[in-house]
């Protein structure tokens, strides 16, 4: 009876894309409070996780959605997901982002969360490489 909620589904700006090609200036990870995050994205993880995106794009073309929705739309399929705590930093990104859970007038936003099928999962699961691993103690 307990659900999570979770924060940051676009790893602080990760998952928009907005980092493929290094920091820009533009973006909060250049700003001297968020070092850490720069030294994140341009470290040897951080170039792997590029790559996984770069994996990730053709299921949301596939889903006919954006890695933002895409990303959010997995998060919220999860067991055990309540809600999810967006970070939006303008009114475009906020509208992108609930494209995950409702249909949109226009752009590429479609209702993404129900086609969120097992086989969806399972496909990104393998290309992320971090599902936890549950261990069930049957002694209880």
Not at 71 to 89: F, I, K, P, Q
């Amino acid at each position: 009876g307990v659900g999570a909620m979770t924060w940051s589904p676009l790893a602080c700006g990760i998952i928009s894309g907005k980092y493929g090609n290094g920091v820009p200036e533009s973006s909060r990870a250049a700003l001297k409070c968020y070092q850490w995050l720069k030294e994140k994205i341009i470290s040897e993880e951080g170039r792997k996780q590029q790559v996984k995106l770069k994996d990730l794009s053709p299921i949301a073309e596939r889903l006919g959605c954006t890695l933002p929705q895409l990303a959010v739309a997995w998060c919220l399929r999860n067991e055990g997901v309540s809600s999810v705590l967006l970070g939006s930093s303008n009114p475009e990104q906020l509208i992108e982002n609930l494209g995950a859970i409702q249909a949109s007038g226009g752009g590429i936003s479609t209702e993404v969360l129900p086609k969120m099928t097992s086989h969806i999962v399972n496909e990104i699961d393998n290309i992320l490489g971090n599902k936890p691993y549950s261990k069930k103690d049957y002694r209880s």
